[in-house]
């Protein structure tokens, strides 16, 4: 049971893992490998480190260093593959891994109990730091995602992965799919699932192995790496004073383009994505480290270990989330082999024009909308806008549980404020063979915002105790965006979809038409945790209630299944006005709040 005192909201909307740059694996690193059509049925594991020594920052600021050694775990002879499910909330998490040989498909189901959640295996790696004099400082174990910071170790493997480019964390996730791709590798690192390590400037040893239960679990060589690690303290005030001071000189020569500080202009760029906080601002992001085997920090929208990206400015600033040194170090950008969740490429195209001829629902795969049950509950106050008042606030999530994917399209008259909304319908093969209206999309100028959103798709609502409606969220509209993998095992879940994020999904404020897609297998999650959006229960009774995410409430979109678009979560509120509280017990096997 989770007992959450009065505070600012977790901000739990994009819980965001990591994939980053590839790797850079020498020739000679990796011995020959086997050709992929070995006999031998199952993949051969190697732990391999990419250097034989990382330099790692630790922020005046924000003392802490992130442990990215570098090390890798490559497959051979054949994909290391995991499938990864519960069948219900009621369920423990299994795994089983799949051996593929040709067109043979066999499981093996891992030892009950050995994974509890989706984020990766835990306590795969087992790592020891001494000092220049041989002293142990550190000794530590983390947890291994496959899908993390993947890349080639041979210029044969296939070009591409074919598996998700990260672990899920959302609580409420019901299937997940692993794998480092035949001739890849996966960064060991554990990013931000791990906490930070408190080293003192210096140099230092790392000696990197899989745990035994592992190597014995999979054939693993009793290998481990070593790798030097240098530790330096840095300053961002230096840093900045600094990247001034060059600005000027660059300036007066001539050369100003040249002279933007990385960090300021890591801050600039990511000001200019304001979509990410319409979901709810992040915690605190770390200062990252030195870029070593490329698995530096990421913000991969939803799935972690990485937290989401930073929200718009003049919201972050409102808020007070993100202090300076946080804004100025977050890194962004998409590019092979890095994934961060503040995607800029556009959103899926709508059609050039309003559909003709008659509207119909085909007899065809539809998506299938479904709640999970609300997370990321608190109690919060009413910031500046309503101060003295009480507020519930929680992270919801509707999902798309396939077999397709659901496609809407809005269309602007000329001068009208409100879109006309259709949904999209397609045969087996991909063509489009049907659609319907189903409502429209409207503007939201809101800082943090500003883009269009599909009206309708969910609605929330605070339930009494016998389930009555007590209070009901303003929030029910929403511009659509795949930010959690929540169930990659569903017929035709899409492992990469293309909208993680919203930087230009959404739209334009003076976009004639705009395409919203949520994929098969993920689902959007919003933070309510603004005025109007979080419920206020400044003069509810303390006792039981129920928190409602209901996904399409008024029935406007066409499902395959309308009986479980709605998810309830028990909350137990107490305390006294202005000091409220909000306990929130089990949903079954899953105790997050």
Not at 210 to 227: C, E, H, M, N, S
Not at 257 to 274: C, E, F, I, N, Y
């Amino acid at each position: 049971m989770t007992r959450l005192p009065k505070g600012r909201p977790s901000r739990l909307t994009r819980p965001s893992l990591a994939v980053a740059a590839a790797i850079a694996v020498v020739a000679g690193v990796v011995a020959a490998a086997p050709d992929a059509k070995s006999e031998e049925p199952t993949p051969k594991l190697s732990l391999i480190a990419a250097s034989t020594s990382v330099t790692l920052d630790s922020w005046k600021e924000d003392p802490g260093v992130y442990l990215d050694l570098g090390t890798y775990l490559t497959s051979e002879n054949g994909a290391f593959e995991l499938k990864v499910t519960r069948k219900s909330y009621k369920d423990p998490v299994v795994a089983q891994q799949i051996l593929r040989n040709g067109k043979k498909t066999r499981t093996k189901t891992l030892p009950a109990g050995l994974v509890n959640d989706f984020a990766g295996l835990p306590d795969f790696t087992q790592i020891t730091l001494t000092d220049a004099a041989g002293s142990t400082v550190l000794e530590k174990t983390e947890t291994f995602c496959p899908n993390n910071a993947s890349g080639r170790v041979r210029p044969d493997a296939p070009a591409n992965s074919k598996y998700p480019e990260s672990c899920p964390t959302n609580p409420f996730t019901l299937g997940s799919v692993w794998g480092v791709e035949n001739g890849w590798a996966s960064n060991t690192y554990s990013g931000h699932y791990t906490e930070t390590a408190q080293l003192a400037a210096g140099t230092y040893t790392a000696e990197i192995n899989v745990a035994k239960k592992y190597r014995d679990l999979f054939g693993i060589a009793d290998k481990p790496q070593t790798v030097k690690v240098v530790v330096r303290e840095r300053s961002w005030e230096d840093e900045e004073s600094a990247g001034a001071r060059s600005s000027a000189k660059t300036t007066a020569s001539g050369h100003s383009a040249h002279a933007q500080h990385d960090a300021h202009a890591q801050h600039d760029a990511h000001a200019q994505h304001g979509a990410h906080a319409q979901h709810g601002a992040a915690a605190d992001t770390p200062a990252p480290g030195a870029v070593t085997s490329g698995a530096g920090p990421s913000y991969n929208a939803g799935h972690g270990p990485y937290p989401s990206a930073p929200p718009a400015l003049p919201w972050a600033l409102k808020r007070k989330s993100l202090g300076r040194q946080a804004l100025a170090t977050a890194e962004v950008g998409d590019s092979p082999g890095q994934t961060d969740g503040s995607r800029q490429a556009p959103g899926a195209q709508p059609h050039a024009k309003r559909p003709a001829g008659k509207a119909s629902v085909p007899d065809v795969p539809k998506p299938d909308l479904r709640s999970l049950p609300a997370f990321g509950i608190t109690v919060s106050d009413g910031y500046e806008e309503v101060p003295g008042k009480d507020y519930l606030a929680f992270s919801a999530n509707v999902w798309n549980a396939g077999p397709a994917k659901l496609v809407v399209d809005g269309f602007r008259s000329p001068g009208a404020e409100v879109m006309d909304a259709y949904q999209y319908f397609y045969d087996a093969d991909g063509t489009q063979v049907g659609y319907t209206p189903t409502g429209g999309m409207e503007w939201d100028p809101r800082p943090g915002h500003e883009h269009w959103h599909f009206l309708d798709f969910a609605s929330y609502r605070l339930l009494s105790a016998d389930q009555k409606e007590t209070v009901r969220s303003g929030k029910e509209a929403f511009c659509l965006a795949n930010t959690d993998a929540v169930d990659y095992t569903v017929k035709n879940a899409d492992w990469h979809p293309d909208n993680t994020d919203l930087s230009t999904a959404c739209g334009y404020e003076n976009s004639i038409s705009v395409r919203e897609v949520l994929d098969v297998g993920s689902g959007d999650t919003y933070t309510q945790d603004l005025p109007g959006q979080s419920f206020d229960i400044t003069d509810l009774p303390n006792g039981t209630y129920y928190i409602q995410v209901l996904a399409n409430p008024e029935n406007r979109l066409k499902e395959t299944d309308h009986s479980n678009n709605s998810a309830l979560r028990e909350v137990v509120l107490g305390g006294e006005k202005g000091a409220r509280t909000v306990t929130v017990p089990p949903h079954h096997l899953v105790d997050a709040n």
